[in-house]
């Protein structure tokens, strides 16, 4: 590859790479802009009191809100520890 | 029936005071009775836009507070009879624009005017929120860029929500996108977001695209909007975008590189 194509393979990916972020990001916005304003704190609460029985990290539990005409939905979901299993 | 409409876009410096004056100058060349309001309260600019500068005695807040009636603040354009611009106070008080009394002088103005046309400042804060209280269409004017495409996506979350008709729960306000600063040879060299691109994430309605052009400089430095300078790109393009907001049927310009065909032949002197 000369250098030349360096450079344009790399232009041609600047715009595409903004418009993928941008997707991305958008997506993020929208759906989080008509969550409670609780919901951070929650995830933050639930987080301390498992960690209190589980050993988890800080991403193994996800609060997600979602909203239809007839009803609104909290999922919670907790990924725990893979069970280590002893050698024989 | 009187329209209000704003413009619109959350980020600044992206072109809404140059399509306000345009678009306001366009409406009234087509014979419709338009007022431009000035919603940028501190930092008027349309009045040097419109080229009426030096002719501003009273403002908008002068006339929310009763200082002086609209008749007086309403300053009328020298280029159309039937345009006038209200101009922005210059004022530091950020609490000078109350809810209650923009919606008097807005339903004063109906009274009387076809289109009134809202120049929003930038932000989402209140001179923002105001511009767009009351409006029955929205020009979102976006640049080919990450952040502004954010905060148009912004600006759209905010429309649908804090608005009055979707407070009242009437007929949701009409959302036009407007891409400006368009460059189709950076886009043709995958440097800069296409129409496409931006389309794809906004889900707009396309009012239309307006070049990047050298024209809109001209066209503020004399104080004439640049919609009357009809040899430019940027003025066709806001014609045919006041042409297409009014009903008629105009395929866009401005999207492709006709340039390259040329240069691929000739060369670029440059
Ligand atoms: N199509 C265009 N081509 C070139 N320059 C433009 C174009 N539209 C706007 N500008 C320039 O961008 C700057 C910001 O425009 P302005 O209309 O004041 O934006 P805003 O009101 O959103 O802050 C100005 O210097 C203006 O001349
Ligand atoms: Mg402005």
């Known amino acids: 590859m000369s250098l030349l194509d360096y450079f344009k393979s790399s232009k041609v990916s600047s715009a595409s790479l903004a418009k993928e972020r941008l997707q991305i990001l958008v997506a993020h916005e929208r759906s989080s802009l008509n969550q409670p304003s609780y919901l951070p704190q929650l995830q933050k609460e639930l987080l301390e009191v498992i960690q209190k029985y589980v050993n988890v990290g800080q991403d193994a539990i996800s609060v997600s809100f979602e909203q239809d005409e007839n009803q609104e939905t909290l999922e919670l979901n907790i990924t725990l520890p893979e069970l280590i299993t002893k050698k024989p | ?270």
Do not use: W
């Open chain 2, 1 to 270: 029936m009187a329209r209000i409409i704003v413009v619109t876009s959350g980020k600044g410096g992206v072109g809404k005071t140059t399509t306000s004056a345009a678009i306001a100058m366009g409406l009234a060349k087509k014979g419709h009775k338009t007022a431009v309001i000035d919603f940028d309260v501190g930092l008027r600019n349309l009045d040097l836009i419109m080229g009426c500068e030096r002719r501003v005695v009273y403002d908008f807040v002068n006339v929310i507070n009763g200082e002086a009636t609209l008749n007086q603040a309403l300053i009328r354009d020298k280029n159309c009879n039937l345009l006038y611009i209200l101009p922005a106070s210059q004022t530091r008080d950020k609490d000078a624009l109350s809810q209650e009394g923009v919606g008097r002088i807005l339903d004063e103005l109906k009274k009387d005017f076809k289109y009134i046309v809202c120049d929003s400042p930038a932000g989402i804060e209140k001179g923002a929120h105001l511009a767009m209280y009351f409006a029955d269409d929205a020009f979102v004017v976006t640049n080919p860029e990450v952040s502004s495409v954010r905060d148009s996506d912004r600006m759209l979350g905010i429309l649908a929500s804090k608005s009055y008709r979707a407070e009242q729960n009437l007929e949701p306000i009409k959302e036009y996108l407007l891409l400006t600063r368009y460059s189709p040879e950076r886009v043709k060299l995958g440097e800069m977001l296409s129409v496409e691109d931006v389309q794809d994430i906004l889900s707009l309605h396309l009012l239309g695209v307006i070049p990047e052009s050298k024209s809109v400089l001209n066209a503020s430095n004399s104080g004439t909007p640049v919609i009357l300078d009809e040899v430019s790109d940027a003025g066709q393009a806001y014609g045919d975008i006041v042409a297409r907001y009014l009903g008629e049927n105009r395929p866009h310009r401005f999207i492709d590189d006709k340039k390259g065909f040329f240069r691929k032949f000739f060369g670029s002197k440059q």
